[in-house]
């Protein structure tokens, strides 16, 4: 058979001014990739389409990768880098093809469409009404009508952070080919509930979420095809933000819609749980420092949450930073600021050399009353570099990442990564591509928010969570929402009268 296969995924932080045009979704340079050179980028990775590639070529099916195009998350994708990536899909199912990969976040804003994956599928329908199309979604997605009803198989991830993105992807892959081979007839029913889970608790290996993607994962072998409970991107200020369930089963509509309403019915009895509670800056970071010169062996993470890309930050913040810096905290190694003309100008000074930056705090936040504030730095560059690297963590592993113009700015005794292009940090590779031992450091200073876990949680004795600056704020009353549907939880707490 021929199979298309592409991406289109971004998750649209819509408080976010983070530019979403087509660089972003381009990878280090040049458009993003298609065709043989993404086939060799993407095979053998912990990827989605990496999960799609290895079910094509277990049968020897004919790939046409129509276009890779996935982006960190930021603000609302600008439309000609939306039409753009949707035309390539277009195109390649125009030729004709027997079924048809998708790889779509699932909580994608544009310009113009508030479902930017909906928009895609109503497209693909058009030309293509009787393909069987299946759809792999982050966990974080926000589900609209058509993403569920015009595919043949939906599947969402089930960990956070989330390193099964190739396995869900092989699971929609396989469904699909038994699906078009006459073994099973897939029924979908999907449905949600007023409730926004906060992403701080989100995680998997905590409760809530833990129980529930355990028991979605059990029927999954037991009575459905699969089952995807999706807790959602609550900063995305659209109608359908929030936790939903998709289930597909073999030709029992019945049966799809039992488990779908007792997986939401088991969400929102512990809706509660999935509140989170900011403590004050200030204490955070003595509470840090403290259980720093205990000397616990590794360690201690200070947690900037508020301002991580893959929530969508600018990640240019400095309120944590400059805490840390007031508090006088030795021997710490941050990750990161993004600023790239501090960067030029630190590396233009060279190594070994002083220089002086007005670092961080470049791009405006209006979503948000506090804005941050540059911080004024005297420090020495340590090292300059052009900020790639290759994943080898369970998620993305395989894929190159880059940083752009990255340098190490030491300022006393707190090494600063300042780096030209966002990236999350969730491998180690980030600190030591750029010849910092993590391990070895009394303080490590990420912008993340549960995605740290998947390189960095083993190596650190203790994680203090700090609420700093920025469009990912933990602190909903901090934003304004005003496209949600309501009344919603926790937002207007229990009044659903
Ligand atoms: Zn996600």
């Known amino acids: 058979m021929k199979i298309v296969l592409a991406e289109l995924s971004h998750e649209t932080n819509t408080y976010s001014t983070v530019p979403t045009d087509l660089a972003r979704f381009s990878g280090a340079s040049g458009l993003p990739p298609e065709g043989e050179k993404a086939l060799d980028i993407y095979r053998d990775t912990a990827s989605c389409l990496g999960g799609y590639i290895k079910v094509c070529e277990a049968e020897n099916h004919e790939i046409v990768l129509a276009v890779a195009g996935g982006a960190a998350p930021s603000g609302p994708v600008f439309d000609d880098a939306y039409e753009y990536i949707s035309e390539k899909i277009l195109t390649a199912i125009s030729a004709g093809c027997d079924a048809i990969m ?16 909906g928009e895609l599928l109503r497209r693909i329908r058009k030309i293509a009404p009787d393909v069987p199309v299946a759809v792999c979604l982050d966990m974080h997605a926000n589900i609209y009508p058509d993403m569920v009803t015009l595919a043949t198989v939906v599947c969402g991830y089930h960990t956070y952070p989330h390193v099964d993105m190739d396995t869900t992807a092989e699971r929609a892959g396989e469904l ?9 007839n897939p029924l979908m029913a999907w449905g949600n509930v007023p409730m926004l889970p906060h992403v701080m608790r989100q995680g ?43 289930v597909v089963v073999d030709g029992d509509a019945a049966l799809a819609n039992r488990l779908r309403d007792e997986l939401l ?71 990161a600021i993004y600023d790239p003309a501090a960067a030029q100008t630190i590396a233009d000074a060279g190594v070994g050399n002083e220089v002086s930056v007005s670092l961080g705090a470049k791009l405006a936040m209006p979503a948000l009353e506090k804005q ?73 200073m990420l912008k993340s928010r549960i995605h740290y ?25 901090q934003i304004e929402f005003k496209n949600v549907r309501r009344p919603i939880y926790p937002l207007d707490g229990d009044n659903f009268n």
Not at 104 to 109: F, I, K, T
Not at 176 to 184: D, K, P, V
Not at 311 to 328: H, P
Not at 453 to 477: I, K, M, P, Q
């Open 204 to 246: 998997t290996d905590d409760s809530p979420n833990r129980e529930l993607q355990a028991r979605a994962m059990e029927l999954e072998k037991s009575d459905a095809l699969a089952v995807s409970l999706f807790t959602g991107f609550p900063h995305a200020d659209i109608v359908n933000a929030g936790l939903s369930v998709v």
């Open 265 to 335: 019915e088991a969400a929102w009895n512990v809706r509660e749980t999935f509140v989170y509670t900011p403590e004050p800056l200030v204490d955070s970071v003595t509470r840090a420092k403290l259980a720093g010169e205990a000397n616990p062996g590794a360690p201690v993470l200070i947690l900037d949450h508020y301002d991580n890309t893959a929530s969508g930050g600018t990640m240019d913040t400095t309120d944590v930073l400059a805490e840390v810096l007031r508090q006088d905290l030795k021997d710490v190694a941050v990750f």
């Open 453 to 477: 876990r998947v390189g960095f949680r083993d190596l650190v004795a203790e994680v203090v969570e700090c609420a700093g600056c920025g469009v990912c704020t933990s602190d909903y009353s």
């Open 102 to 117: 998708l790889d779509l976040h699932g909580a994608m804003v544009t310009q113009s469409f508030e479902d930017g994956e």
């Open 176 to 184: 699909l080919l038994r699906s078009i081979a006459g073994e099973i």
């Open 372 to 444: 941050s504030q540059p911080l004024q730095l005297s420090g020495r560059v340590k090292l300059i570099s052009d900020g790639r690297f290759t994943t080898t963590v369970a998620m993305s592993r395989g894929l190159v990442m880059s940083m752009g113009l990255s340098v190490v700015f030491s300022v006393g005794e707190v090494d600063i990564v300042v780096i030209s292009r966002h990236v999350e940090p969730y491998d180690p590779g980030v600190f030591t591509s750029l010849g910092i031992v993590p391990q070895q450091r009394r303080f490590l």
